[in-house]
């Protein structure tokens, strides 16, 4: 009976390919049939209603199979790729995207579109005009095609031909149950067109679901987010050593109903409204050898850190992510609304994975938690904000860098293999450990049974700014009869606040003065050493030289002493003004280095300044004079050096001010008397004097008028020296001010200090 049969189908198949016509799909069938009774092998068969099971099960939501035809266009080259939709309110609609891509000969229709699992796309990764890596990799575009549509009319153009292509596909009526895939032939046809088009039209007929505004909303977020919003996309290629072949890439833009992308990514912008009131950026990045790191800062905390991560990540490949971490309180999301930033987060938050420039659904989606972060929050094992609206983040996979990472079949995820659980581990861990370090930092609880957690010294304005935010939290969104009284409240708050800053504003202001005022006593402390070795080392190199110099002038005939006298006695004039100058040194740093007190004579102390700096100030013309009423004055017990320091700063800037002023008269004058129980110094010149809008300020620490002086004794201007006195007079009782002068001088400076007790008596 077998023989019979194929005998039968044999001579029925010569029957056909006598006729002048073929009917291919009667061939097909005998074909067919003929194969069935192969008694030594066994072959597989389609149904070809499982396209349509295909299309529901691979392609499930519209808005996936709407982004597989726009990676399809984005593979082909397009620039542009239009989507129309027509009566699109209720099922039975229109719909046609048209791309401007490099189309399909017929060759390709045969070989590529209409064989299943094509492997076409993996063995030819980089598009030929632009170089792109291409999105496509399962060959499902036919499939998404069936699941929008019951009808599809497919027409494409390849440039530098006269003829385009046209296929009909009627899924519903051709593709039905019992019959064979292969049997169902498809009508081809050719048709004019100009040789310079090219690209590929898809016309999809009665379109199986209503799409109200609601659901293009939704489409519209999901085109927007298919390829990086908070960055260009970077550019893929699988051949990473070859780019000049290609074309620069003018980029790619989806136009919806007449919308431009970028018209609705305006409106839409992440950037420009949002992620600037971020709370903290964090960076991660994985190196060729494997090492990851991340790196977290907050401008808004003036916070950073940077941290290695312990564990090797040798799977996933080279990559680098980035992450804007929100924190949903008033005080962190300042100059934006907080219901809106919170209604952005709910939208748009989320970490989503890229791969090859697309979106890889459904990570970063508000109901996909893949990296475990909001469920732990929600069982309070972290007690750090860290749900998916805390996240606008991505990471950029590659073919090229990432290559053990391919998406399931369904375009629905990553399969879920040992790469995916590092890239897991890794995203978790850097997101995880930097929104802790911020929470320490902040002096928040970061984990539940924290035993080491020590609550951080809050501000004040912290404590109060957080009450507020609590405040608002609770009574925010009610509206009753109390509202008044809760607005009062919070009213009442905020005036706090605002006081409460004010005040820790002047105090950080006060605190960071002398924290640099003791920074640099510190300096002149350890510059103090120096010039106490210094001093020394000066006296017994003088004592040498002065040795010497007697020798040498007793060596001298009197006819020699007599032609040389003039140069000996500048010699020794000059060594004199060394030693004066050599004892000053050691005099204040010996006195210094005492800590006992005891009362000073001002006499004996303002005669032996005078008699020390007489020499300097007579090579510069400036007179000086003094006078102490009564002679034996003295002060209340007080360092020496304190003294020395208060007539050195005094004398240092009447030296400036004189030279400043360039007058004729080159005067100082220091007085000493007693009034009201304290020793004054009256210290005046005939400088330029203090001017009024910075007398103010003349006692602050850092505040000169001098930047560089070229003079070894009054050197350049820090403004410490009216401080140093201002501090001297404040220790021991006394005070400093700025007086009017007497006639004859410009500016007068008075210092007192209590007077000797004996002297009272």
């Known amino acids: 009976m077998r023989n019979q049969d194929i005998d039968e189908i044999r001579q029925a198949i010569q029957n056909e390919l006598g006729k002048d016509k073929l009917n291919f799909n009667r061939f097909s069938e005998l074909t067919n049939d003929l194969l069935a009774l192969d008694q030594d092998a066994v072959r597989f068969s389609v149904d070809a209603r499982h396209i349509h099971r295909l299309g529901f099960e691979l392609v499930g939501k519209q808005e996936t199979a709407l982004s597989e035809l726009i990676k399809n266009a984005y593979d082909a080259d397009a620039i542009q790729i239009t989507i129309d939709f027509k009566e699109y309110h209720q099922a039975g609609g229109g719909l046609i995207v048209d791309d401007n891509g490099s189309g399909m000969t017929e060759q390709v229709i045969r070989d590529a579109w209409m064989r299943l699992s094509t492997s076409d796309k993996k063995n030819n990764p980089i598009s030929s005009r632009f170089g792109r890596s291409r999105a496509g990799r399962k060959g499902i575009g036919r499939f998404a095609v069936e699941r929008l549509g019951e009808r599809l009319i497919l027409e494409t153009n390849v440039a530098g031909e006269i003829y385009g292509h046209r296929v009909h596909f009627d899924w519903d009526q051709h593709f039905q149950h019992g019959r064979s895939l292969t049997h169902i032939a498809n009508p081809i046809e050719r048709f004019a067109k100009p040789p310079e088009e090219a690209g590929t039209r898809l016309i999809i007929e009665r379109l199986r679901d209503k799409w109200t505004e609601k659901t293009l909303e939704r489409v519209w977020k999901s085109v927007l987010l298919l390829q990086p919003p908070f960055k260009p996309p970077a550019r893929s290629r699988a051949v990473s050593d070859d780019i000049s072949s290609y074309e620069p890439d003018p980029g790619f833009q989806v136009v919806i109903n007449g919308h431009h992308g970028d018209e609705i990514a305006q409106e839409l912008s992440l950037e420009k409204t949002f992620l600037e009131h971020r709370v903290a950026l964090i960076r991660g990045r994985i190196d060729n050898e494997g090492n990851g790191s991340f790196a977290v800062q907050s401008k808004k905390l003036g916070f950073e850190d940077t941290s290695k991560i312990d564990q090797k990540f040798s799977l996933i490949g080279k990559l680098e992510f980035e992450a804007s971490y929100f924190i949903y309180k008033p005080s962190l999301i300042s100059g934006f609304s907080l219901r809106k930033a919170e209604e952005m987060g709910a939208k748009y938050g989320g970490?989503?994975?890229?791969?090859?420039?697309?979106?890889?659904?459904?990570?970063?989606?508000?109901?996909?938690?893949?990296?475990?972060?909001?469920?732990?929050?929600?069982?309070r094992s972290l007690l750090i904000p860290a749900s998916n609206s805390n996240f606008f983040g991505q990471i950029e996979l590659t073919s090229l860098e990432n290559s053990l990472f391919e998406e399931t079949i369904s375009r629905e995820g990553l399969i879920e293999n040992e790469a995916y659980e590092e890239l897991h581990s890794f995203v978790r861990i850097c997101l995880e450990d930097a929104a802790k370090r911020i929470a320490a930092h902040r002096g928040r609880k970061q984990k539940a049974g924290q035993k080491d957690f020590e609550p951080k010294e809050r501000k004040p304005s912290e404590i109060l700014q957080e009450a507020i935010d609590d405040f608002e939290e609770e009574t925010g969104a009610l509206i009753t009869d109390e509202q008044a009284e809760k607005e009062k409240a919070r009213e009442t708050l905020t005036r706090a606040m605002e006081v409460t800053q004010r005040f820790e504003e002047e105090a950080e202001t006060k605190e960071k003065k002398h924290i640099r005022y003791e920074e640099m006593l510190r300096i002149l402390a350890s510059l103090g050493i120096s010039i106490s070795i210094f001093g020394h080392e000066v006296?017994?190199?003088?004592?040498?030289?002065?040795?010497?110099?007697?020798?040498?002038?007793?060596?001298?005939?009197?006819?020699?002493?007599?032609?040389?006298?003039?140069?000996?006695?500048?010699?020794?004039?000059?060594?004199?003004?060394?030693?004066?100058?050599?004892?000053?040194?050691?005099?204040?740093?010996?006195?210094?280095?005492?800590?006992?007190?005891?009362?000073?004579?001002?006499?004996?102390?303002?005669?032996?300044?005078?008699?020390?700096?007489?020499?300097?100030?007579?090579?510069?013309?400036?007179?000086?004079?003094?006078?102490?009423?009564?002679?034996?004055?003295?002060?209340?017990?007080?360092?020496?050096?304190?003294?020395?320091?208060?007539?050195?700063?005094?004398?240092?800037?009447?030296?400036?001010?004189?030279?400043r002023a360039k007058s004729d008269q080159l005067v100082i004058s220091i007085k000493a008397g007693c009034k009201d129980g304290y020793a004054v110094i009256t210290f005046q010149d005939t400088g330029t004097g203090v001017p009024g809008n910075i007398a103010e300020y003349i006692f602050d620490a850092f505040y000169t008028t001098t930047q560089y002086h070229e003079d070894e004794i009054v050197g350049p201007g820090s403004g410490l020296g009216l401080k140093i006195v201002s501090d001297i007079a404040s220790a021991n009782g006394g005070f400093v001010r700025i007086e009017k002068p007497e006639a004859g001088f410009t500016c007068r400076f008075d210092f007192g200090v209590p007077i000797s007790d004996k002297q009272v008596g």
């Not at 040389?564 to 010996?590: C, P, T, W």
């Open 351 to 379: 970490f989503r994975i890229y791969r090859d420039g697309f979106r890889v659904m459904p990570y970063g989606e508000p109901h996909d938690d893949w990296l475990k972060l909001a469920y732990d929050s929600a069982r």
């Open 539 to 659: 006296s017994g190199g003088l004592t040498r030289v002065t040795d010497t110099f007697n020798k040498l002038a007793a060596s001298f005939e009197p006819r020699q002493t007599a032609g040389h006298g003039e140069f000996l006695s500048e010699m020794k004039e000059g060594l004199g003004r060394l030693y004066d100058l050599a004892a000053y040194i050691n005099a204040q740093v010996d006195n210094a280095g005492s800590r006992n007190k005891s009362e000073i004579p001002l006499y004996g102390r303002i005669k032996k300044f005078a008699d020390q700096f007489a020499g300097y100030l007579k090579t510069r013309g400036i007179k000086l004079s003094f006078t102490v009423e009564p002679p034996f004055l003295r002060t209340a017990p007080m360092h020496q050096s304190e003294i020395d320091s208060v007539l050195f700063n005094f004398l240092t800037n009447s030296v400036k001010a004189i030279e």
